[in-house]
């Protein structure tokens, strides 16, 4: 399994931006698709996004297309969201999570490594 801390979480206002950031430690980090998922209170832990191992494919939850961009870096084994036109809807405690499976998994139980979480909250 794979090392994961998240950084880059705060307060935004609506439309704003936010950049989160999530490195990685142990094994290798380009063995594993990356995703993230966020958890609202009182919701469920819901999938946002996911990368492809080579960085070449990306998938997006509906709720986010076309506002937020996840991306890896191999060499700084590093991934990132970035987060524009934030809304209110969008506050959660965002984690990012590796898993072993190919292609771009979009279920939890398809991750073996999370992360604590970092928690974005977005004003109105």
């Known amino acids: 399994q794979v090392q994961l801390a998240e950084s880059g979480g705060g307060l935004a206002q609506a439309g704003g931006s936010l950049r989160l950031s999530c490195a990685a430690s142990?094994?290798?980090?380009?063995?594993?698709?990356m995703g993230w998922f966020r958890q609202a209170p009182g919701k469920e832990r819901e999938f946002v996004a996911v990368i492809s191992r080579s960085a070449g494919s990306t998938s997006y939850a509906d709720s986010v297309k076309g506002r937020f961009t996840i991306s890896r870096d191999n060499a700084k084994n590093t991934m990132y969201l970035q987060m524009n036109s934030l809304k209110p809807a969008d506050t959660a405690i965002y984690y990012c999570?590796?898993?072993?499976?190919?292609?771009?998994?979009?279920?939890?139980?398809?991750?073996?490594?999370w992360g604590q979480g970092t928690q974005v909250t977005v004003s109105s």
């Open positions: 142990g094994r290798t980090f380009s063995s594993y698709a």
């Open positions: 999570a590796a898993s072993p499976v190919a292609g771009l998994p979009r279920y939890r139980s398809s991750y073996n490594s």
